[in-house]
Structures are given as structure tokens and as C-alpha cells.
């Protein structure tokens, strides 16, 4: 298994509302209305799985030396092979 992971691109943003509506019905996570996702593309990563969005992750800078970790999530069928660990490394 082959993880890439890149900067998220508009075309990626309902993958990633649906990968997070996952956490979110379970009170993990944070919902996201689709707007902010789109106003905040730029601060997304996410991991593919041949070809797939399979995870994301987001790094919302509030200072010169501080930021936020984001939105880290990863499809159910994807948990425990470190697709988390790696978006994570990323930032």
C-alpha cells in the first residue's frame, strides 16, 4: 500500500466534509460547514490510497511560532496502517 500525501485542492473538498461527517455524527469531531472548507482548502492536506482521499488534516496557523492542528481524520477502513501518523508529520 502506497500513501500520498499532498496539499488538498478544491476538486477534494466533499471527500473531505465526508471523511469528517463520519467522525462527526459520533461527537469526535467538529462538523464543517462546506463553505469553511472551501475558504480553508489551503490549510488541507490528505493522504491517497490508489488514487483515493482516504484521509485528512488540517494546520490553521494562528501565530508566527503557533498553530493548530485540525481535522485530522481517516476513513474507518484505513484506521491503523499510520495514514493519521503520516498527514500529522506533515505539518
Known amino acids: 500500500m502506497s ?3 499532498r496539499a488538498a485542492k478544491t476538486s477534494d473538498i466533499k471527500k473531505i466534509k ?3 461527517n463520519e467522525y ?3 461527537r469526535r ?3 464543517k460547514e ?3 472548507l472551501f475558504e480553508s482548502v489551503q490549510e488541507f492536506i490528505v493522504a491517497e490510497v490508489d488514487g483515493e482521499v482516504v484521509g485528512c ?3 490553521h496557523v494562528l501565530w508566527e511560532d503557533l498553530a493548530e492542528v485540525r481535522s485530522v481524520a481517516v476513513i474507518e477502513s484505513m484506521q491503523g496502517k499510520g495514514i493519521g501518523h503520516t498527514i500529522l508529520e506533515m505539518f
Open 3 to 5: 500513501v500520498i500525501v
Open 18 to 20: 465526508a471523511i469528517i
Open 24 to 26: 462527526v455524527s459520533e
Open 29 to 31: 469531531l467538529l462538523s
Open 34 to 36: 462546506i463553505v469553511t
Open 57 to 59: 488534516g488540517a494546520l
